[in-house]
């Protein structure tokens, strides 16, 4: 089971920029520092000389100079709410890579299916950006349109959105050209709806209770245990 | 000038006790039981459970209300997590990581805590910048039937140095780069506890973020021990006559993950500083057991259990912390691994060393964790057929990931669960115990036993015995036992003589206890397999 793995190292970058994609989240970059990752992995971040810190997945692409994380701010969240009032050039505690949510080398030329729910799309986002001939899918469930978080990013024929509380946006993207597939619903209820090659490797990445039904979704339709890989947001 | 140590926790925690002993010692303070009669109070805290960490909040409340009838100084190190540390800064006097245990000193003459012995120390370490390491030899009890042995370059145990008002330092393992900070503790030649088994750190800190667990956030991030003072330690270890040697780690077998750069030009992994250990038993002749906990299974590679095949002196016991046996309730414990790939670990460990006795770590009672997903974890216990299993009912340790996910496994289902798969090991032990008996097994005497007139000690698989004797020589030394009656989980026997110290002249008593575990388990699995196909478990896999 073990595989190459980079060495995780402590740095103490500096913001770039803190970039709003709702009322509850955003995107902050920093500095890279020279640390090296594999597409999947999470580092750990905190306030410079604050003790408390908290794992996100990598959100930019391993080619990129700096580093990116995909952030919500939780209620009563600690962390997440000081990292969204930092300023440009203000520092950072960041230790990492960690993870083992990876594409084997040897796997890259196989059909993927990534489910993600809410921010746990971020580690598809570096996935996709670092190896750009991936056959993917992407299904990525929220609750409405504005929380599909930079979807212009992805190809758009790979995307399917399942919004969960957002109709209006279901009908009025429906169709619509410039829009990746937006459907109803559930991503379980759309994964149920929709039976998986058995040969696929799927990724999940988001909160337990999704990833346990689409874990027994995908069993049914015939896809191993081992083929299943998932990343827990908590 | 006394001070009184309460090590909470692992293992682990004990081992650094062992380093902070030798500090406090070097400075001239002397050891006592007795916490009334301390002027130094300190605690090694452990935050694997809300329990242990109670006890150090009940502690330092009794020391500081004691403050106010005469003068003692607190402090406070081990796995402590950022919540904790903030409350601990305003009880404890003196607060640090392990890491950060060769700053002690200073840390206490800051405190105005000044002894003749710490004056020296602060002098020499002042003066040594540039010049040579001071290089003091551990305490070390003397172990039963060892001839001490000196190396060039070895000064007398710090504790005898500071009371002959010699030159006094923090004792010092040689041949160590000084550049990492976090690498400094380990320097710091522990005061050994027994005379015959020790415990040596090679790793510390976690990378692999396991749910249920705090320890990332209270040790910190995988750090390696460089594998020439490891070695150096294991070296002058068996020279002095131990006959157990556990290799330590959060994660013991990431070793050297952390360190791949330096790797590929200096450094070495984890089945390569095992190789060298046994390289050592074949250099000295001498006979010791080696072993290692606690494993991840993500990095238990085929590497690892073939090179344990090639020595004598690393032990056929395997420890290998399962957690649960539901691919589902892994995912959520964040394990990374599935069950298919805990069992070819297995079935690997069964045809490479089938005389190696295999142990686990469970938790009952997760949260979310379903009667259907429990009924995974059984079904492994069975299939897995493990010599000993640490089963714990699921607490949330505020800290861990878990702690935000309800608790919402009720006590009694958790006990309930805990004590089916207590039975569960208890029958398949049995097997294994039953199957022994009659045969002649070599063991390390380790203790008086609580049956009067009896000693106990362990297997090479760490399997209990107890035997009628009252020769408290034994202890630390390898006899023979055979074993007449067995319990689920301990063995009594009748002595049969004391065994040689050497590889050469227990090899053939280490070949016959090696084919009678063999055949026990050969046992134990046959029956498994007679009770499945009558009905009780068909179809699950041997290994």
């Known amino acids: ?234 | 000038m006394r001070y009184h140590l309460v090590p909470l926790g692992c293992q682990m925690n004990q081992s650094d006790s062992e380093r902070i002993r030798a500090v406090l010692e070097s400075l001239g303070y002397r050891r006592t039981d007795v916490e009334e009669e301390a002027d130094l109070l300190g605690v090694v805290a452990c935050s694997v459970r809300q329990k242990a960490i109670d006890k150090v909040y009940t502690r330092i409340h009794k020391w500081n209300a004691w403050k106010k009838e005469r003068a003692i100084v607190t402090f406070v190190s081990g796995c402590i997590l950022p919540a904790d540390r903030e409350k601990f800064v305003d009880r404890f006097d003196l607060i640090f990581t392990i890491n950060e245990l060769p700053q002690v000193p200073e840390m206490m003459q800051q405190f105005g805590l000044v002894t003749a012995a710490s004056l020296r120390a602060a002098d020499q370490a002042a003066g040594r910048a540039e010049a040579a390491e001071y290089i003091d030899a551990p305490a070390v009890p003397s172990p039963p039937g060892a001839a001490p042995t000196t190396s060039p370059g070895d000064r007398p145990p710090s504790a005898a140095a500071a009371a002959n008002g010699g030159i006094v330092s923090i004792p010092i393992i040689p041949n160590e780069s000084r550049a990492d900070a976090k690498k400094g503790y380990w320097k710091i030649a522990p005061n050994y506890t027994s005379g015959f088994e020790a415990f040596v750190p090679i790793q510390n800190g976690c990378d692999k973020f396991c749910t249920f667990c705090a320890v990332p956030y209270t040790r910190g991030r995988e750090v390696s021990r460089p594998s020439d003072e490891i070695l150096a330690e294991v070296r002058r270890l068996v020279d002095d006559g131990y006959r157990s040697i556990t290799l330590l780690g959060q994660n013991v077998n990431s070793y050297g993950l952390d360190r791949q750069s330096e790797r590929e030009a200096t450094e070495i992994d984890f089945p390569e500083l095992l190789r060298r250990i046994g390289e050592i038993g074949r250099e000295t002749g001498r006979r010791f057991w080696t072993y290692f906990t606690s494993p991840h299974p993500r990095d238990m590679t085929d590497a690892v259990i073939d090179v344990i095949a090639e020595y004598p002196v690393l032990a056929r016991q395997i420890h290998l912390p399962i957690q649960s046996g539901d691919d589902k309730v892994l995912i959520r414990m964040n394990r990374n691994y599935r069950v298919s790939e805990y069992r070819r670990i297995v079935e690997k460990i069964r045809a490479t060393i089938p005389e190696a006795s295999l142990f686990t770590d469970i938790i009952v009672g997760f949260t979310g964790e379903t009667d259907e997903q429990f009924a995974g974890t059984r079904e492994a216990m069975r299939e897995f057929a493990y010599n000993m299993a640490y089963v714990a009912m699921y607490s949330p340790r505020p800290g861990a990931a878990s702690a935000r996910w309800d608790d919402d496994v009720t006590h009694e289902t958790k006990r309930a669960r805990l004590h089916a798969l207590s039975e569960e090991l208890q029958k398949i032990s049995l097997r294994y115990n039953q199957a022994l008996i009659g045969t002649e097994l070599p063991l390390l005497v380790e203790t008086t036993d609580r049956k009067d007139g009896y000693l106990s000690g362990k297997t090479e698989g760490k399997l209990i015995v107890r035997f009628a004797s009252t020769d408290h020589e034994l202890i630390g030394r390898f006899v023979t036992v055979r074993i007449d009656h067995v319990t689920p989980l301990s063995m009594e026997g009748t002595l049969v003589g004391v065994e040689p110290d050497t590889i050469d002249e227990s090899a053939q008593l280490t070949e016959r206890a090696h084919g009678a575990y063999r055949r026990a388990l050969a046992a134990m699995l046959e029956t498994e397999v007679e009770t499945a196909t009558a009905g009780g478990h068909a179809g699950q896999r041997r290994v």
């Open chain 1, 1 to 234: 089971m073990a595989e190459t793995i980079q060495t995780p190292k402590s740095t103490t970058p500096r913001v770039h920029e803190v970039r709003e994609l709702t009322s509850t989240t955003y995107v902050l970059r920093f500095d890279r520092n020279g640390m090296e990752f594999a597409p999947g992995q999470y580092v750990s971040v905190g306030l410079k000389g604050d003790i408390n810190m908290r794992e996100y997945s990598i959100y930019s692409p391993v080619e990129a100079d700096y580093l990116e994380i995909l952030v919500r701010e939780v209620d009563e969240g600690y962390v997440s709410r000081l990292l969204r009032g930092l300023r440009p050039g203000d520092e950072l505690e960041v230790d990492g890579p960690f993870g083992f949510f990876l594409i084997d080398e040897k796997a890259r030329g196989r059909r993927f299916l990534f489910i993600a729910t809410g921010t746990g799309i971020s580690p598809f986002h570096c996935l996709t950006g670092s190896y750009p001939d991936l056959d993917y899918e992407l299904v990525h469930g929220v609750r409405t349109g504005e929380e599909r978080y930079e979807h212009a990013w992805y190809d758009r024929s790979r995307v399917t959105s399942c919004l969960s509380r957002d109709p209006d946006e279901v009908a009025r993207a429906d169709g619509a050209p410039e829009h990746a597939k937006v459907v109803a619903g559930r991503v379980t209820e759309y994964l149920r709806d929709h039976p998986v090659d058995p040969d696929t490797l799927c990724y999940l990445c988001g909160n337990c209770d999704m990833i346990y039904e689409a874990f027994d979704i995908l069993k049914s339709h015939g896809v191993a245990p081992e083929q299943l890989y998932a990343e827990v947001y908590f």
